[in-house]
């Protein structure tokens, strides 16, 4: 049965003190703003989880400045020194591993790594309005979410919040949030189907662009969220909101499946008109299964614990056999 990679392993820490040897820190001047504020407020909330540094990279410290010059307020923040880490990208594509054995260990590792984040943020309520690419890095091969201003802690969501975190959409946000974004941009008081049509079109046309899918999915897609959202037509804009926020932690879900389908779709060519052809063929029968799960994601999101217990079947599934024969 196939293992995970042990060259990419998660360091074991004992006390924080002995956590943060051997790693380096820097203090940032930033201007006070929402999110370097959020930032901060975020990383009350990550401080706490054990061994947070192997997962986060949080704000460890701040004060206030005042800027003579041109009289704003800024702030000194202190955290990690993220000179030291790989972006995503270069991880992936610049310097990606050159076999596709090595680099399906990689994303094997990396998204399990990220289901093991996204349960560590449930135990303490924070959710991802965007968890695209550019907020990750890469520590000695560890997955680590460097920036937190993007995150919301639900229990203390508010207005402020809402206005500044769901200004704009973007592929990796769920549905859910394309709504929310509408609502409150628009400044309407209710949806009208025409609304739905249109924060629809917007969604499914981002799809669209990523050449993942082919056209008959995109159209059922479509037909199947109208159906499970028409029932907030009319409905006052503020009930929408907060109902669709009790649905916020699988949100993440959707992000991590979107961010993982891009990568088989670079790295591996995996495409959905090429599914029915992969599962015919035993050795890319994980592909075909992993991208599967990712797909269903989008429409039918279980909680993280739901989708742990779905990969980590599909991964110790795969034979000795087909790991060592299939990825040449």
């Known amino acids: 049965m196939i293992r995970y990679p042990c060259s990419l392993n998660i360091k074991s820490d004992k006390g924080d003190k002995k956590n943060h040897l051997g790693r380096k820190y820097k203090q940032t001047v930033v201007p006070k703003s929402f999110f370097s504020l959020n930032e901060v407020y975020i990383s009350t909330f990550i401080l706490p989880i054990t061994n947070y540094i192997d997962y986060f990279n949080p704000v460890l410290s701040y004060k206030e400045l005042a800027i003579l010059e041109n009289n704003l307020s800024h702030l000194c923040i202190k955290k990690r020194d993220d000179s030291c880490f790989q972006s995503f990208y270069s991880f992936f594509y610049k310097n990606a591993p050159t076999s596709s054995k090595q680099m399906i260990s990689c994303i094997i590792y990396s998204f399990r790594q990220l289901l093991t984040i996204l349960t560590l943020l449930n135990t303490v309520s924070l959710v991802f309005t965007d968890l695209h690419p550019k907020h990750l890095v890469i520590d000695n091969g560890n997955l680590i979410v460097n920036k937190l201003d993007i995150l919301f802690h639900y229990p203390t969501m508010n207005d402020e919040r809402k206005r500044f975190l769901f200004k704009k959409t973007n592929i990796f946000q769920p549905i859910e949030v394309y709504i929310i974004s509408y609502l409150l941009t628009k400044n309407i008081e209710s949806l009208s189907i025409s609304d739905l049509e249109d924060i629809l079109?917007?969604?499914?046309?981002?799809?669209?662009?990523?050449?993942?899918?082919?056209?008959?999915?995109?159209?059922?897609?479509?037909?199947?969220?109208?159906?499970?959202?028409?029932?907030?037509?009319?409905?006052?804009?503020?009930?929408?909101?907060?109902?669709?926020?009790?649905?916020?932690?699988?949100?993440?879900?959707?992000?991590?499946?979107?961010?993982?389908?891009?990568?088989?779709?670079?790295?591996?060519?995996?495409?959905?008109?090429?599914?029915?052809?992969?599962?015919?063929?035993?050795?890319?029968?994980?592909?075909?299964?992993?991208?599967?799960?990712?797909v269903n994601n989008l429409e039918k999101r279980g909680d993280v614990e739901q989708t742990i217990l779905l990969f980590d079947d599909i991964v110790y599934s795969v034979s000795k056999e087909e790991w060592i024969n299939a990825f040449v």
């Open 201 to 294: 079109d917007s969604y499914c046309s981002g799809l669209d662009s990523l050449s993942l899918f082919e056209k008959e999915y995109i159209v059922k897609l479509k037909g199947n969220l109208v159906n499970v959202f028409k029932r907030w037509i009319n409905i006052r804009a503020e009930k929408v909101i907060d109902e669709l926020l009790k649905t916020c932690t699988n949100w993440n879900i959707h992000g991590a499946s979107i961010l993982f389908l891009i990568l088989l779709r670079d790295k591996l060519n995996i495409r959905e008109k090429m599914r029915a052809e992969l599962r015919a063929e035993l050795k890319v029968g994980f592909l075909y299964d992993f991208s599967q799960l990712l």
